[in-house]
Nanobody
Framework: QVQLVESGGGLVQPGGSLRLSCAAS????????MGWYRQAPGKERDLVAV???????NYADSVKGRFNISRDNAKNTVYLQMNALKPEDTAVYYC???????????????WGQGTQVTVSA
């Protein structure tokens, strides 16, 4: 089993910055991808950014140039640095981990409990 613990959400003014962290523990295979999704009230959960264990990050168009995802593999931790925040970034942000033992295995997907990010004056 895998546990994901998020931190760093809160209230920030438009144009401000926040940094989210997500620490993973448990049975995590080398082949994995960590990332962030968000869900605003009344909307679906959407991808924000993901970063594979040995690959390049991928971002939603709406956050490119403003958000930066990074990870510390030794700590199994992923970070999301959010800059130039806008009111439309307001949502619950969920940490995500996808991992599998081999390239031919079915992947297991895990979610954090979510952390609220509110961008408002």
């Amino acid at each position: 089993q895998v546990q994901l613990v998020e931190s760093g959400g809160g209230l920030v003014q438009p144009g401000g910055s926040l940094r989210l962290s997500c620490a993973a523990s448990g049975r995590i295979f080398i082949d994995n991808s960590m990332g962030w999704y968000r869900q605003a009230p009344g909307k679906e959960r959407d991808l924000v950014a993901v970063i594979p264990s040995g690959g390049l990050p991928n971002y939603a168009d709406s956050v490119k140039g403003r958000f930066n995802i990074s990870r510390d593999n030794a700590k199994n931790t992923v970070y999301l640095q959010m800059n130039a925040l806008k009111p439309e970034d307001t949502a619950v942000y969920y940490c995500n981990l996808v991992t599998r033992p081999t390239a031919y295995s079915i992947s297991n997907t895990y979610w954090g409990q979510g952390t609220q990010v509110t961008v408002s004056a």
